[in-house]
């Protein structure tokens, strides 16, 4: 009997390590007010010609890869791209935003650079930010000012897009984690 109890007490211990080491390494919305999109595996993305992507049943990261030489960096981007939804608009709109991304290369057809883009429905983007790649994981990160959306235009998406390859070969990048966070509570241009 007692063997069972010992046997339920490490269970729990090792839960709780779990759990904190989760919180620690990935961070938690609820911990994080100004934590606006985490990536998950179930991020849906939006994926234009020219481009792919893998990512395996329950995984969080992500191989994409590119043969665009040129895509738009407005809209959707013509690269994948998450569309954020309306309540993350709502929130970067008039503020200024952090963008973090966890990337590396993949071991077979890796991209040397990466580029990411922040792009609102209508009030500008922030243009393709470039980052090179290496085997080793590395966190990128850029802030943007987010512009005021109007009135008549709040709730339309939002959209993070990403540039596999910025030589448009068709070589990849593999992503860990990528994430958005409100910089400052602070209006920014009307």
């Excluded at 849906?44 to 043969?67: A, I, Q």
């Excluded at 990337?103 to 609102?120: E, K, L």
């Excluded at 709040?154 to 910025?166: E, P, R, V």
Aim: hydrophobic share 40%; no cysteine; glycine share 10%.
């Amino acid at each position: 009997k007692s063997s069972k109890i010992l046997i339920l007490v490490a269970i729990a211990v090792l839960g709780a390590i779990a759990f904190w080491f989760a919180h620690i390494q990935f961070g938690s919305r609820e911990n994080d007010p100004n934590l606006l999109f985490q990536l998950d595996e179930t991020t849906v993305l939006f994926v234009p010609p020219e481009n792919t992507f893998v990512r395996e049943d329950g995984d969080r990261n992500l191989l994409v890869s590119s043969t665009a030489d040129s895509p738009i960096n407005a809209g959707r981007t013509g690269g994948v791209s998450i569309a954020l939804p309306a309540d993350i608009e709502a929130a970067a709109s008039g503020r200024t935003i952090e963008v973090k991304i966890n990337a590396q290369q993949p071991g077979d057809n890796a991209s040397a650079q990466i580029a990411v883009a922040y792009s609102t429905a209508a009030v500008g983007n922030s243009g393709w930010r470039r980052f090179n790649l290496g085997a080793e994981p590395v966190e990128f990160s850029f802030t943007y000012e987010v512009l005021s959306h109007p009135d008549n235009l709040s709730g339309q998406a939002d959209y993070l897009g990403i540039w596999a390859d910025t030589t448009g070969g068709g070589r990849g990048v593999q992503i860990n984690d990528l994430t958005i966070r409100l910089v400052s509570e602070e209006q920014t241009g009307e």
